[in-house]
Every structure is written in structure tokens, then in C-alpha cells.
């Protein structure tokens, strides 16, 4: 059983939710991707999202396209994010961990040396924003062969063939956008985001998760009752974005440690 179905399944077993944050390596500093992680997970997060940097992060609001370019300024590249996965292994073998970004890093690099890579350094999932399904399916082969989760987005306007489509290939988990539109952006109907859940897992197999403008403890708990995890991205970016060098790390922990105890919190 991978890292990730291990992890959901121990949650299922103490009727807990997933707590699955999302950063850009390399924002602020490279040196910094690792001490961000585990400050991540000592503050509650079960699964960690880490962000590839892309000059043209076409899913993603102001808050996260500035981390990304921030990122690429300080020459972040795919390879340093492997790094990174790598280097956090030496301490943590259990928590995993998900690659989220964009398919031209991955295809400059090529789906066989990505893959082979991404296992050595200890990746347990790849989510790849701009794949449509009919395009992901070697690639998820590629991964499969090496034993890495292949995770897809689902969104508001998904049509009912698509999500059947989708939940046939997706392994580890699939990620629903709770809200049309970019990443940290309006406001969410919880309401809405209930029923789209329950549509979508009439046909999953893997566990649901929501993301996309999740800012708060109380809307992180209204979405714990309805799906099995919640995605913190653009509220953990800006809390980043806005701490000094010496308040960084405990930030981003209370950050974790808010949402954590909202969620445990959930019916």
C-alpha cells in the first residue's frame, strides 16, 4: 500500500480528514523548502503538496504566480525540487508527499527520467494541472510502473463522462476545485461544494479532497464533513509571502496547527 493510501486509510480509522498544505519550493529560498515541510507536518499536515516552479502558472491567482516567480528567480528548477523531496527523506519516511505543477518541466525532462527520478528521491504523487485525461494516460503508466499515485483535478463545470473518465485512472486521491476560477479567488458555497462531492464520489475510487479558496478554519471544517481532505494553498503562501526570516517557521506551523484543529473539529 503507497504512503498515501496508508495515510488516508489510518485517518478513515479515527474519522479524521486529510490536512494537505501546498507551497512553492523555493519560495522564499531554496534553503528553506525542507524547514517549511516539517514545520508543515509538526503542526498537523498529513500530506504535503509541493509546488514545481512554472513561468506561466496558468491555474493560479496572484498570491501563488508571485511565489512562482520568486521561485524562478532564485533558479529553482524541477531537479532542485526532486532535491528537496530527497533531502526531507532523510528525516521523514512517512509523511507523503505530491508534486503539483505543470507538464513542460516534466516533458523537457521526459516521462521515463522524471519518473525514475521522482522515485529515487521519495515522491508518492504527481499532479499535473494542464494534463486532460486522454493526454495522461502514458504518463500515468509511467508512473504506475514505478509505483507513484497519479492525481487529478476535478472542477465545478466537469461533466458527468469526464469524472468517470477521470476517476478511472486517478490513483492516491482526486483534488476538487471548489470554486470556478483561479487559485485563493471569490467565495465558496459550501452547499454547492457538498453536492459536486457527492456526485463525484457515486463514481470514485480513491478518497475526494477540495482545495482552491479554503482561507479559514471554519470553512476548512464546513468541507471536512462533506469530503476526505482539504488543500490549504493560497493562505499558506501569503502567510509566507508576509513573515519576517525569524517568524517563518513558527507561522507556518500555528498556520498548520489552526486548520488542524478545525478539522478535527468536523463531524
Do not use: W
Not at 119 to 139: T, W
Amino acid at each position: 500500500m503507497s504512503r498515501i493510501a496508508t495515510t488516508f486509510a489510518r485517518l478513515a480509522g479515527t474519522a479524521r480528514k486529510a490536512l494537505i498544505p501546498f507551497f512553492t519550493v523555493g519560495d522564499p529560498q531554496l534553503e528553506m523548502a525542507v524547514p517549511i515541510m516539517q514545520a508543515l507536518v509538526a503542526g498537523g499536515a498529513d500530506i504535503l503538496e509541493l509546488g514545481v516552479p512554472f513561468s506561466d502558472p496558468m491555474a493560479d491567482g496572484p498570491t501563488i504566480q508571485r511565489s512562482s516567480e520568486r521561485a524562478l528567480s532564485n533558479g529553482v528548477t524541477l531537479t532542485d525540487v526532486l532535491a528537496v523531496v530527497a533531502e526531507f527523506r532523510q528525516t521523514d519516511t512517512l509523511t507523503p508527499v505530491v508534486l503539483m505543477g505543470y507538464a513542460n518541466p516534466i516533458e523537457r525532462l521526459g516521462f521515463a527520467t522524471f519518473a525514475r527520478h521522482a522515485q529515487a528521491a521519495g515522491v508518492d504523487g504527481v499532479l499535473v494541472v494542464d494534463y486532460p485525461p486522454v493526454e495522461a494516460r502514458r504518463f500515468k503508466e509511467t508512473l504506475s510502473q514505478v509505483d507513484i499515485d497519479t492525481i487529478f483535478l476535478l472542477a465545478p463545470t466537469t461533466t458527468e463522462t469526464r469524472i468517470q473518465e477521470i476517476a478511472q485512472l486517478a490513483t492516491g486521491y482526486l483534488y476538487y476545485v471548489s470554486l470556478r476560477g483561479v487559485t485563493g479567488a471569490a467565495t465558496i458555497d459550501v452547499e454547492a461544494v457538498a453536492a459536486q462531492v457527492a456526485r463525484i464520489r457515486r463514481q470514485a475510487t480513491v478518497p475526494v479532497g477540495v482545495g482552491f479558496g479554503i482561507r479559514d478554519g471554519e470553512t476548512a471544517r464546513c468541507l471536512g464533513e462533506v469530503a476526505d481532505a482539504i488543500v490549504v494553498g493560497s493562505r499558506l503562501v501569503e502567510t509566507i509571502e508576509s513573515s519576517s526570516k525569524g517568524e517563518l517557521l513558527g507561522n507556518v506551523e500555528g498556520l498548520m496547527r489552526e486548520f488542524r484543529h478545525a478539522l478535527d473539529n468536523a463531524s
